[in-house]
């Protein structure tokens, strides 16, 4: 064990030195020592302080707790938290800092560019003040650093030296003496020698080159040594040869096997970790990627052949490709999932995802991983307390317990995960659990995933779980009832199930692979999905299902007039499926033949009445309320309740004005045309009812609708007149007949809403006078009359008159009287803002839209230029109010010219692509003086940026392909092979694009054979 130091400030007073320790500095002793003969001890460029600082307590003869006993002295304690051992760092204050500059007799500026921790942090702790350090330690909490280079070393200071330093992962290698400066936790560092291992100093030569050239080669080189750290504890298979090889060759003798093994992953893995970082920081690899998987999300490395493929042959191993084809989980999985979306969804978060290493990916410190050394005595060493592991908490570790063990429950009773998100089985929110699992499967654990992908595969599919469920039906059926049977319709499937089976053979080419492969497990290929037919449902088995429940519900309330549109007989929506029946039984588009009518007439004769229902449902009221005792009309239908009773009186009082039907049936419950006539109100001397008074029942319609026997379609018309419906009870029995209807008003409105259209006209009047037009915006008050609500209402009859197809009314006539324009076919918006635009040449202000007045600095000036551009779209008659304002079309074009600068280099892009036949100019490019080629570039990368602009529009039309989703390097070489087709350097383009054509994206397939370049 480390031996701990008495650095904090209550540990160690003056008087309490152990035997054989030196007495603490102070600072008359830092003060001694400056003016002393030691002389100028420079620092290494990234020393760590602590480093620097036992190179300074060597030159003075000191011990290192010493020296920073006399640095951090004050009062006569020792100022230093933490605890010294030989792999730790120290922060200081600036009190000393000073006294190390003292001690040094360097500058503090020279120090602080020299040391990285100089001025770090300072410390923690509390101190009452004075001098103070802090020790730290860990990989955590320290950057990355090795021993320097002791051959560097001594060439610098002509004496053997030892130092420690902070090295970024490319410096690791001393490619001039061969060394690998490695880290270990618990000591200074160890120089292993690289004389048999060339490929490692080859290596950090790459590494370097891919530095300087890319931008992201950092994040890549992280991204691929979490890939390495993953295999390096799984890849020792009996095919890997190479790493073995390394690991015996660096091996320093009288080191246990084991603990090499352990302490040397990132020196053996160092060679694949480069080759893996250029592969990934490549854009042709990752646009292949993307074009491989089709935009789809991988769900296992198994789905990239070509990227496997790539990758083993820049590691040389070819059974890599084998072995990682099954990974659906881990760093690799990640960026490949990460580059997809990087490239379908194009935003900084994938952009940054794409180069994320996740805590559950990065490898783990080495200090978790060698085994301590054992005691001084010789025991075993003691066991070291239980670290968390990185990517979650023991919190987190519980509750994916919890859930596990949920899911276990749900797949043995289910045989499938795919939960829907709202299911609670046994109170637990599984369905929830997984959809957030889901969601961060890229940043588990590795025994997480493992232990879900164990369960069921088909966990985190990249797609929805309701396709799951479906999928899952399927198989089951096909299990039971044998072959699906596309070519038929699917016909043994229900009709939910076969719609969906016949759905996926409809976008079988677009599915992912690997729902293609589900597919194909229950019979459904490629040429069974192209040979589907849908599923058709059994018209005929649907009107039996519907009649069987009309049937219960008749047998249980006696009819089928009491069936309200909602109505549901045993979950059955009876109400909407006889309402679908009467709509085509009185309807010509799908007529309901007569044996099924035929069938619901025997179940009730009266399910389709010629008169509304409401009226069959308050006579079948009647005939129940009068079962077992006769009606009494000259009594006014006593013994009843109020509602029947008012009902039948109305019935009596329009007796002979009903459908000899509807008085066939009165007459089954004794009301005759004798009896009708005999009716009375109730007695006056009856007793008043209490309380609040129930409303009438609403008044049946008594209308005809159709004949009991469906006439033939040429002689069915639709009604001109209606039977006038039952009123309400007057004071005689038999009231005189209704007067005829008063003729409509020729304004369209009834004669009690003339006056108020007048009052609105009025208000039109005014506001037009006062504005000039009647483009008022919704919520204009004129005068306290809500003016703009009336317009709005008036222009929406008008559009709905005309949609139906209808004259416009004749009133509206008067509003086009005040203002032609008062409902056009464009928005008001426009016509406000034109109706501005008039107003302010009429007033003699400067107008000329060819020279920039109004300025588009301006709203004014804006709408200007906005109608300008977009001139030719415009409706006719916008165009000819422009016209009367001054602006035509060449005043359009003028003033867009001045707008906006980018038509005149579309002209001279159209210029060019007529000259040329293409948009493909180098950058250098200049078109009669004007910089196309650099004017191109800017607006691939806004495009690219932002997203479409009006300039990239009017590109695209003189050139579809100015900006392809490939670089720009190809379209180059494809415009001179299609010019210059029989030159050698063409002849040897092709060839490349022959031997690449699976990976070419399909638009470039598509030019290289319509051109004749490539015969496909």
Request: hydrophobic share 35%; proline share 10%.
């Amino acid at each position: 064990m480390a031996h701990r130091s008495s650095t904090t400030a209550h540990s160690r007073k003056p008087g309490n030195e152990r035997a054989g320790d030196k007495p603490a500095a102070s600072g008359v002793l830092v003060t001694a020592l400056a003016g002393g003969a030691a002389g100028r001890v420079a620092p290494l460029r990234g020393e760590l302080t602590l480093s620097f600082l036992n190179r300074l307590a060597a030159r003075y003869h000191l011990g290192l707790r010493d020296l920073l006993a006399a640095i951090t002295e004050t009062d006569g304690r020792q100022n230093v938290a933490g605890t010294l051992h030989p792999d730790s760092e120290i922060h200081l204050n600036a009190q000393a800092r000073a006294r190390v500059c003292a001690l040094s007799h360097v500058q503090a500026a020279v120090l602080e560019s020299a040391l990285p921790a100089w001025t770090r942090a300072e410390p923690h702790a509390h101190y009452p003040g004075g001098p103070a350090g802090r020790l730290t330690r860990g990989e955590e909490a320290v950057a990355p650093w090795g021993p320097a280079c002791p051959a560097c070393c001594t060439a610098r200071a002509g004496r053997r030296m030892t130092a420690r330093r902070y090295l970024a992962p490319q410096e690791r290698v001393c490619a001039r003496h061969r060394y690998w400066l490695m880290f270990l936790p618990g000591t200074s560092g160890l120089p292993v020698s690289l004389g048999q291992c060339p490929e490692v100093i080859e290596a950090q030569r790459r590494h370097v080159r891919l530095l300087r050239r890319s931008p992201t080669g950092r994040q890549a080189f992280e991204v691929a040594r979490a890939v390495t750290g993953a295999w390096w504890h799984g890849l020792w298979t009996a095919d890997e040869d190479i790493w073995p090889a390394r690991l015996q060759a660096t091996w320093p003798a009288g080191i246990e096997p084991g603990w090499w093994k352990t302490a040397a992953r990132d020196l053996v893995t160092y060679p694949e970790t480069v080759a893996l970082a250029r592969l990934l920081a490549s854009r042709t690899l990752q646009q292949r990627t993307v074009t491989e998987t089709r935009g789809h999300l991988p769900h296992r490395l198994g789905e990239l052949p070509q990227l496997l493929t790539t990758l083993a042959d820049q590691v040389g191993r070819p059974w890599l490709a084998h072995h990682l084809a099954t990974v659906t989980h881990g760093p690799l999985f990640t960026w490949a999932h990460s580059c997809v979306r990087a490239h379908t969804a194009p935003d900084p978060a994938t952009q940054t995802a794409l180069w994320t290493v996740h805590s559950a990916h990065r490898p783990r410190p080495l200090s978790d991983l060698l085994p301590h050394p054992p005691a001084a005595d010789g025991a075993p060493p003691a066991p070291g307390p239980a670290k968390r592991l990185r990517g979650h908490s023991l919190e987190a570790e519980r509750a994916f317990t919890q859930g596990l063990a949920h899911a276990r429950a749900y797949h043995e009773a289910h045989g499938h995960l795919a939960v829907p998100k709202e299911d609670t089985p046994a109170g637990y929110p599984l369905g929830q659990w997984l959809a957030n699992t889901r969601a961060r499967h890229t940043r588990m654990p590795a025994h997480q995933a493992a232990a879900l992908t164990a369960r069921y595969r088909w966990w985190n599919a990249p797609w929805s779980t309701l396709w799951q469920r479906f999928w899952h039906q399927a198989r089951t059926h096909h299990q039971v009832n044998g072959p699906l049977q596309p070519a038929r319709g699917f016909p043994t499937t229900r009709y939910n199930l076969g719609e969906w089976l016949y759905l996926q053979c409809t976008r079988y080419p677009a599915l992912h692979p690997e729902q293609q492969r589900l597919l194909t497990e229950i019979g459904i290929d490629r040429e069974e999905a192209a040979a589907a037919r849908p599923r058709r449902r059994s018209y005929a088995e649907r009107f039996q299902t519907g009649l069987a429940h009309a049937r219960a519900f008749a047998d249980a309330h006696g009819n089928l007039a009491a069936v309200a549109r909602a109505t549901l007989q045993d979950g059955y929506p009876l109400g909407q499926w006889l309402a679908n029946q009467r709509n085509h039984w009185r309807t010509d588009r799908q007529p309901l033949p007569a044996a099924r009518a035929q069938v619901l007439q025997d179940i009730d004769p009266w399910w389709n009445p010629p008169w509304h229902l409401t009226w069959q449902r308050h006579y079948h009221r009647a005939r129940d309320a009068a079962a077992g005792h006769p009606l009494h009309p000259e009594n006014g239908f006593d013994g009843l309740d109020d509602a029947t009773a008012r009902w039948l009186r109305a019935q009596c009082r329009v007796h002979d004005q009903l459908h000899p039907d509807q008085q066939h049936l009165l007459t089954l419950i004794g009301i005759t045309t004798e009896a009708a006539r005999t009716a009375q109100p109730p007695p006056a001397t009856a007793q008043p009812r209490r309380g609040p008074v129930t409303p009438p029942a609403p008044t049946p319609t008594t209308r005809p609708r159709a004949a009991s026997a469906k006439p033939p379609r040429t002689q069915r018309a639709r009604p001109t007149a209606k039977t006038p419906t039952s009123p309400a009870a007057p004071s005689s029995p038999l009231p005189s007949p209704k007067p005829p209807a008063a003729p409509r008003s020729r304004l369209g409105h009834r004669p009690d809403l003339v006056p108020g259209f007048e009052r609105a006209l009025a208000h039109a009047h005014a506001y037009a006078a006062e504005h000039g037009h009647l483009a008022a915006p919704r919520d204009t008050n004129h005068n306290g009359f809500r003016l703009g609500w009336w317009l709005f209402s008036q222009r929406n009859r008008a559009k709905q008159r005309a949609r139906d197809r209808l004259p416009p009314s004749p009133h509206l006539q008067q509003l086009a009287a005040i203002d032609p324009w008062w409902n056009p076919p464009w928005d008001l918006h426009w016509q406000r803002n034109y109706h501005r635009a008039r107003d302010h040449a009429e007033t003699g202000r400067p107008f000329d839209p060819a020279a920039l007045i109004p300025s588009p600095a301006i709203a004014l000036g804006t709408w200007i230029s906005r109608a300008c551009l977009n001139y030719h779209r415009l409706h006719p008659d916008q165009q000819h109010l422009l016209t009367l304002i001054g602006i035509t079309t060449d005043v359009a074009h003028a003033r867009t010219r001045r707008a906006h600068p980018w038509h005149t280099a579309v002209e001279h892009a159209q210029t060019f692509a007529e000259t040329h036949g293409h948009l493909t100019v180098p950058c250098d490019t200049n078109h009669n003086g004007f910089p196309l080629g650099q004017w191109l570039n800017k607006q691939r990368y806004r495009t690219r940026k932002t997203g479409p602009t009006p300039a990239a529009h009017a590109l695209t039309r003189i050139d579809p392909w100015w900006n392809p989703p490939w670089g720009m390097v190809w379209q180059h070489a494809y415009q001179r092979a299609r010019t210059q087709p029989h030159t050698p350097a063409t002849r040897r383009w092709i060839h490349k694009q022959r031997r690449a054509w699976p990976l070419l994206h399909p638009d470039q397939q598509h030019l290289l054979t319509t051109t004749g370049l490539v015969v496909s």
